[in-house]
């Protein structure tokens, strides 16, 4: 597979590549990146530890409007890339969330409306993992002396957490009443 020659060489470090020749940069806080992923087929998404954010590349001069508190980098300003092999499972501080192919370049259009649709919405997290609940599991139960507990889990952990309150609350499995 061919890559962009502004990827890093496998085996090296990330290397600080400046926007507006082969790419703009999007960077988005990691809650938000999150929910991106789930939504707009991506060619490229790094994270960055150092800012807690994922950075998304668009294609040079599209117009666009962004959404209020979204920056672009464009010409003036430069991100860090990291290798192609470095991947979600190696880690480090740049590393890659979606791993690069093709031209790497997201359209803009569909990062740019699910951008607009997110924007300010604080992502809701699970209680089990703390990692962002989209779509959120919201779970009621009888908490103690009889006052209703809600919390919100992700999908892969609503049962998990379904169990726990219920076990908590002294409800069997049965739905029997009280243990």
């Given at each position: 597979m061919t890559l962009p020659s502004w990827?890093?060489?496998?085996?090296?470090?990330?290397?600080?590549?400046?926007c507006g020749r082969w790419f703009n940069a999007?960077?988005?806080p990691r809650a938000t990146g999150e929910l991106l992923l789930a939504l707009v087929p991506s060619r490229g998404v790094v994270a960055d530890q150092t800012s807690d954010t994922m950075v998304w590349f668009i294609p040079v001069g599209?117009?666009?409007t962004f959404p209020e508190g979204v920056q672009l980098l464009g010409h003036t300003d430069a991100t860090y890339v990291p290798p192609a092999d470095r991947g979600p499972e190696r880690?480090?501080?740049?590393?890659w969330v979606v791993l690069p192919r093709g031209d790497c370049l997201t359209d803009a259009v569909p990062l740019l409306t699910s951008l607009a649709a997110v924007a300010g919405r604080v992502a809701e997290r699970c209680v089990w993992c703390g990692g962002v609940a989209y779509p959120p599991a919201v779970i009621t139960a009888a908490g103690p002396r009889g006052r209703r507990v809600t919390v919100t889990a992700c999908?892969?952990?609503a049962d998990d957490v379904s169990v726990l309150l219920r076990?908590?609350?002294g409800i069997s499995d049965t739905g029997g009443g009280p243990a």
């Amino acid at each position: 597979m061919t890559l962009p020659s502004w990827i890093p060489a496998a085996g090296s470090g990330a290397t600080q590549v400046p926007c507006g020749r082969w790419f703009n940069a999007v960077p988005v806080p990691r809650a938000t990146g999150e929910l991106l992923l789930a939504l707009v087929p991506s060619r490229g998404v790094v994270a960055d530890q150092t800012s807690d954010t994922m950075v998304w590349f668009i294609p040079v001069g599209v117009p666009a409007t962004f959404p209020e508190g979204v920056q672009l980098l464009g010409h003036t300003d430069a991100t860090y890339v990291p290798p192609a092999d470095r991947g979600p499972e190696r880690g480090g501080v740049w590393r890659w969330v979606v791993l690069p192919r093709g031209d790497c370049l997201t359209d803009a259009v569909p990062l740019l409306t699910s951008l607009a649709a997110v924007a300010g919405r604080v992502a809701e997290r699970c209680v089990w993992c703390g990692g962002v609940a989209y779509p959120p599991a919201v779970i009621t139960a009888a908490g103690p002396r009889g006052r209703r507990v809600t919390v919100t889990a992700c999908q892969r952990h609503a049962d998990d957490v379904s169990v726990l309150l219920r076990y908590t609350s002294g409800i069997s499995d049965t739905g029997g009443g009280p243990a």
